[in-house]
T-cell receptor
């Protein structure tokens, strides 16, 4: 069963635009993580936000976490063609294992 | 550093055949995991090993066995492959000791087709 669910399932934008994807989850968590997967490759960790943090930045990435709404968002600013990939949120429920969502497929066109 | 290395990258099996997927990490991580990825299902945990000598079931362990050979290596075995096991398998490792809640480092995947 999926703890985290991403929205939208697919997103198509032009280069230079911002991309926002969301993740909702069901139970209390220790942390929430975002991963990127390029086509045919393994997942790469992007950022981890702990349950007591509200916002975190890493380069062009901005992650927010709202534990009252059990949701997170990943913002990629000034998107590039190289950002084309699937993005997964992974939640670490308290006393349980890391669980991945089904992902958002991002297409950035020139 | 190679990170997490999986072999083979591709494999085609007939129903009932057995095979072992190999995984090795060179990051001195204690925890290692096997996931499967199917379209529309995300990643699902098959088995994990919090440390050398220990293994535990994940969400979808049926039809699989694992061996934590040493700190570096964690293998996944399909004793009698079924078409439902057609999937992409990922090995991952983590430096956390308390289970799979920390940052994971993934291999490139092993694409298995069972006919």
């Amino acid at each position: 069963s999926q703890q985290g669910e991403e929205d939208p399932q697919a997103l198509s934008i032009q280069e230079g635009e911002n991309a926002t994807m969301n993740c909702s989850y069901k139970t209390s968590i220790n942390n929430l993580q975002w991963y990127r997967q390029n086509s045919g490759r393994g997942l790469v960790h992007l950022i981890l936000i702990r349950s007591n943090e509200r916002e975190k930045h890493s380069g062009r990435l901005r992650v927010t976490l709202d534990t009252s709404k059990k949701s997170s968002s990943l913002l990629i600013t000034a998107s590039r063609a190289a950002d084309t990939a699937s993005y997964f949120c992974a939640t670490a429920p308290i006393f349980s294992k890391l669980t991945f969502g089904t992902g958002t497929r991002l297409q950035v066109t020139l | 550093n190679a990170g997490v290395t999986q072999t083979p990258k591709f494999q085609v099996l007939k129903t009932g055949q057995s095979m072992t997927l190999q995984c090795a990490q060179d990051m001195n991580h204690n925890s290692m995991y096997w996931y499967r990825q199917d379209p529309g299902m995300g990643l699902r945990l098959i088995y994990y090993s919090a440390s050398e000598g220990t293994t535990d079931k994940g969400e979808v362990p049926n039809g699989y066995n694992v061996s934590r050979l040493n700190k570096r290596e964690f293998s996944l075995r399909l004793e009698s492959a079924a078409p439902s096991q057609t999937s992409v398998y990922f090995c991952a490792s983590s430096s956390r000791d308390r289970g799979p809640t920390g940052e994971l480092f993934f291999g490139e995947g092993s694409r298995l087709t069972v006919l």
